[in-house]
């Protein structure tokens, strides 16, 4: 089946550093990918959708120069938190559509950013 | 190892039919657990959210209930309708998510 990866899993950070969060399809090329953030005690929110080669279009509310989207190729798509803060500590999980089931979404394992 | 099963994996209704959406999960440690509904090339859209502590949680024409000790969730779809026709996911959040494989579900006019 296919697998999507994310890398770092967890990630602890300083406020006002950037973090970058890679997004990879494994075994297939993903036409599009999507970025999600969940805060504690919330439903899963998406932030963004990026198609490969193009800009990402961003939810509202979300910041598309705090919140850098790349997808440069068809199997990473890269997230980075610039200038983080403690508010933005969340947990993180991109997904990737193109697999064997071309209407399927298949999502990462997401990575636990915390800002101190 | 969180397994997370849904039943049926597919089912066409015809429009009106009230239905339910099963979801079985393995590890009954979980902080929450959450219903959403899958578009294509739209991404995931949440659909309720049910916290560990609750039982059942309400939104318009869906009601999701959960049993944690036993590992199982439901969604109930009051009187059907062609717009609900999507995949539906229910995922368990603990160490991290953990999805189900969905239930695609057809409403037919």
């Known amino acids: 089946g296919a697998v999507v990866s994310q890398h770092p899993s967890r990630v602890i950070c300083k406020s006002g550093t950037s973090v970058k969060i890679e997004c990879r399809s494994l075994d297939f090329q993903a036409t599009t990918m999507f970025w999600y953030r969940q805060f504690p005690k919330q439903s899963l929110m998406l932030m963004a959708t990026?198609?490969?080669?193009?800009?990402?279009?961003?939810e509202q509310g979300v910041e598309k120069d705090k919140f850098l989207i790349n997808h440069a190729s068809l199997t990473l798509s890269t997230l980075t938190v610039t200038s983080a803060h403690p508010e933005d500590s969340s947990f993180y999980i991109c997904s990737a559509e193109g697999g064997p089931l071309q209407i399927r979404e298949y999502f990462g394992p997401g990575t636990r950013l915390t800002v101190l | 190892k969180q397994e997370v099963t849904q039943i049926p994996a597919a089912l066409s209704v015809p429009e009106g039919e009230n239905l339910v959406l099963n979801c079985s999960f393995t590890?009954?440690?979980?902080?929450?657990l959450q219903w959403f509904r899958q578009d294509p090339g739209k991404g995931l859209t949440s659909l309720l959210l049910i916290q560990s502590s609750q039982r059942e949680q309400t939104s318009g024409r869906l009601n999701a209930s959960l049993d944690k000790s036993s590992g199982r969730s439901t969604l109930y779809i009051a009187a059907s309708q062609p717009g609900d026709s999507a995949t539906y996911l229910c995922?368990?959040?603990?160490?991290?998510?953990?999805f189900g494989p969905g239930t695609r579900l057809s409403v037919l006019p």
């Open positions: 990026s198609n490969e080669g193009s800009k990402a279009t961003y």
């Open positions: 590890d009954s440690a979980i902080y929450n």
């Open positions: 995922a368990v959040y603990g160490q991290n998510f953990v």
